[in-house]
């Protein structure tokens, strides 16, 4: 028992050099010390587990010898192609503008969609996807998060087991931590008639790409190169409302044709290539018309100037009007957080639609330790009380709309691989702007006075979880 204690005390003070030399931000920097030294052993442990960059190191080196990326070739602040320039050319400066902005904070040129569709949740998307994947001719790739082995699971699995039997390449990519409940047994079927699986990363420890704390977040469906899924939603029992411990499951997905689709294959092939090692190699897309401007923000800790928040922040300095966002789990930082205030201050109508309940009880509450100078600033906030809210959209005035995977937390902006699409489309705008009034409708808004009289037991356990939200 002495040697146990003597090796955990060895283990917590030689982590905290390490944790310093990695130069994360002063917040989480001072969080990961907080929980080190405050929670002996354990706090070793877990920033072990979670704390560490490895993966983010080994992926840079990883991912670098492969180039089959066309849209990289281009300057960051044109377009994928003619069409999309046109389109471009024809907005208002300050749109023109933003665009650059976004293109150079996220490095890729602008790109257009040639229609996009809003899929309202899973009772929309997975209809449009299962339709998609029974019309495919060449090409399926597949990337989520979180596929349970559950009968929609295993619905799907049979439906690319049966594309594969007719001659389409049908290539799973799934987040190991996500889809940890889906067993080899699941996939044999789909991998005995020729499917490509892979982990995105492994819940196995002898294998390099192990790690709990970076993890796949995209939402990514791409049909023959032509047709892209972009969104919030994953495969699962509970998407569609069938879950009782989460009610009706609130979410949004979009499909997109156009040259959008050819950033987001190479997403998809960069994220393959990490995994397996595999370049896909597929002829361009054929020449489409434009006809709404996208932005696609391919966030992760492989990013060095971290795109996905400095896109969200500028959306909202960008915002005059209103700025209106939905969100899974709301546990901002310093920069976000302050975005928001300052929109309010300036009297943009500043609204958040997070969620009241979910599968994460401490983030809800840490959340809520921001919530006293949020309403200080103005913003107002609604938590979604007719269910779960997993949707990750926002509407800024009345020409810019968001749909991704990322929620409004240190991990989404940080830590995990997310995908965002960033729309110029009054129409689309309009349409978000409604599920959003719907769902304002069926929350629960904080009343500033009654919020401010919460129990004290609720009060200490933000004020105790709040130093942890950057590791959250």
């Not at 040129?109 to 009772?123: F, G, K, N």
């Not at 049966?162 to 991998?191: I, P, Q, W, Y």
């Not at 006809?291 to 909202?316: F, Q, T």
């Not at 201050?345 to 500043?350: A, E, F, H, P, Q």
């Amino acid at each position: 028992m002495k040697t146990v204690l003597i090796l955990g005390y060895v283990a917590t003070w030689s982590a905290i050099p390490h944790l310093l030399m990695l130069r994360k931000r002063p917040a989480a920097t001072l969080a990961w010390l907080w929980a080190i030294l405050f929670i002996p052993f354990l706090g070793t442990l877990i920033y072990g587990l979670f704390g560490t960059d490895r993966l983010k190191r080994r992926r840079l080196k990883h991912r670098a010898p492969f180039t089959a990326r066309p849209s990289r070739e281009r300057a960051p602040d044109s377009a994928t192609d003619e069409a999309t320039e046109s389109l471009v050319h024809a907005l208002p400066q300050r749109d023109r503008q933003f665009l650059r902005l976004l293109s150079r904070l996220n490095q890729l040129p602008v790109s257009s969609a040639e229609t996009l569709r809003i899929l309202r949740d899973a009772r929309e998307f997975y209809p449009a996807l299962e339709e998609r994947i029974i019309q495919a001719k060449h090409s399926i790739h597949l990337e989520f998060y979180l596929w349970r082995g559950d009968e929609t699971g295993l619905g799907f699995l049979r439906l690319l087991t049966a594309a594969v039997h007719r001659g389409v390449t049908v290539r799973l990519l799934l987040d190991g931590v996500g889809s940890f409940g889906l067993g080899a047994a699941h996939l044999v079927e789909f991998r005995k008639a020729g499917g490509s699986f892979s982990w995105f990363q492994s819940l196995d420890p002898k294998r390099s790409r192990f790690l709990l704390n970076l993890r796949n977040h995209r939402k990514l469906q791409i049909i023959d190169g032509a047709i892209a899924f972009v969104g919030g939603m994953n495969i699962g029992r509970e998407y569609e409302g069938l879950d009782r411990r989460f009610g009706h499951w609130r979410d949004v997905q979009v499909e997109v044709t156009g040259s959008v689709v050819q950033p987001l294959r190479e997403a998809f092939a960069d994220d393959w290539f990490f995994a397996t090692g595999e370049k896909i190699r597929e002829a361009p897309a054929a020449p489409c018309a434009a006809v709404v401007p996208v932005h696609v923000i391919v966030g992760g800790a492989d990013r060095a100037n971290e795109p996905m928040s400095k896109s969200i922040v500028s959306l909202l300095h960008e915002a005059t009007s209103r700025a209106w966002f939905a969100t899974g789990y709301f546990v901002p930082d310093d920069v976000l957080l302050s975005a928001l205030e300052l929109a309010a201050s300036r009297g943009v109508d500043v609204r958040l639609l997070v969620a009241k309940k979910f599968n994460s009880p401490w983030l809800v509450i840490a959340g809520r330790s921001y919530y006293d100078e949020l309403l200080a600033a103005g913003v107002r906030i609604f938590e979604y009380s007719a269910g779960s809210n997993h949707a990750k959209i926002a509407v800024t005035d009345e020409r810019w709309a968001m749909v991704g995977s990322a929620n409004l937390d240190y991990r989404s902006m940080r830590l995990n691989f997310e995908l965002n699409l960033i729309v110029r489309s009054p129409a689309h705008n309009a349409e978000l702007s409604r599920i959003l009034e719907r769902d304002f409708g069926l929350s629960m808004e904080i009343d500033p006075a009654v919020f401010a009289a919460r129990p004290l037991r609720q009060r200490w356990a933000e004020a105790a979880l709040r130093p942890l939200s950057p590791v959250l």
